[in-house]
């Protein structure tokens, strides 16, 4: 293979031929990257989908084929121990090809979403579909380890009847993973919940759903920050998701007003705000009638709500603010008193 060669420097051959390697794989990486630019043109994104994921799996398997040439051609005999060059950038080739494999794994889940929501026209809910992916994942590397360890010549038959002997042992020490494991499934089967969704679990925890794993589920709260939660926690609790069935939601607005107030004027008063809000700020359904009730004989106050209706969980809290600048600037200018908790004391001689 090397015999025109073998009148050159064997160490500069050796370094022309990694260099020319690491060059072939930059050429290769343009040319991925003029068809990327040509494929993003194109009416379908399939194309632009497989060359985006396969592009970095074949420079790597470039240059370490240029490096395997190398290194054979300058130490044929190489070896670190028992362990041969060729047996080395064996091992190299499978990680790659295991990348590979796995970048167009994911461009097939990929590109299938795709077509489902190119043929009909909506949203496909994706959390089964990213599920699946990391489980094929999963184990295709562990047929990659298996074939590595292969060549080193250890017999995978064995070590799985052992496995299996120890399953008992190991299914008790892991009981809690394996409790998050089981949880995740039946999140995925089930799909109580979404990715993108928000959901409640109590007033301290609660996020949009970033990512449901085999162990955790990741939720992203309002201030950009990560909740971590195992999945069996989620699978045994009730919570609340605000975008199923559907994101549009009624929000309550509570409100107390003196004894002595005319309640059919606070009736009146309180649902024209309600009306203004509904019709003029930005996150609200327009249509929707708001409602006014009565609710109680308070300690302090004879109490109230408003109904409101809002697009979604993000409109709730400026439309609430809104309704309250402007039902208490009504109520000031209307001298209606909006009491505190007091206690008045009467003396009797």
Known sequence: MFESLNQFDPKSVAIGISITSIIIALLMRRVLKVISVFTSNTKTKIDEILVKNIRLPIQILIITFGFFLAVKFYQPNFSVGAVTILQIFSILWIIAITFLVSRIIKSGFEI??????????????????????????????????????????????????????????????????????????????????????????????????????????RLRTWDHNYLILPNSKIAESVFRNYNSPKREMTTMVSCGVAYNSDLTKVEKIATSVAKKIQKSVEGTIKEYEPSFRFREFGDNAITFTVSLRVKNRESRSKVIHEFIKSLKLKFDKEKIEIPFPQMDIRMIK
């Not at 795709?114 to 026209?121: G, I, V």
């Open 112 to 217: 299938y979403t795709y077509e489902l929501k190119e043929k009909m026209h909506r949203k496909i809910d994706d959390t089964l579909f990213n599920f699946v992916r990391k489980l094929i994942n999963f184990t295709v590397y562990l047929v990659a380890l298996s074939i590595i360890l292969k060549q080193f010549g250890i017999e995978i038959t064995p070590l799985l009847a052992g496995l299996g002997i120890a399953g008992i042992a190991v299914a008790m020490a892991l009981k809690d993973t394996l409790s998050n494991f089981l949880s995740a499934i039946y999140i995925t089967a089930d799909r109580p919940m979404k990715l993108g969704d928000y959901i409640e679990l109590d007033s301290k925890t609660a996020g949009y759903v970033v990512d449901i794993g085999w162990r955790t589920t």
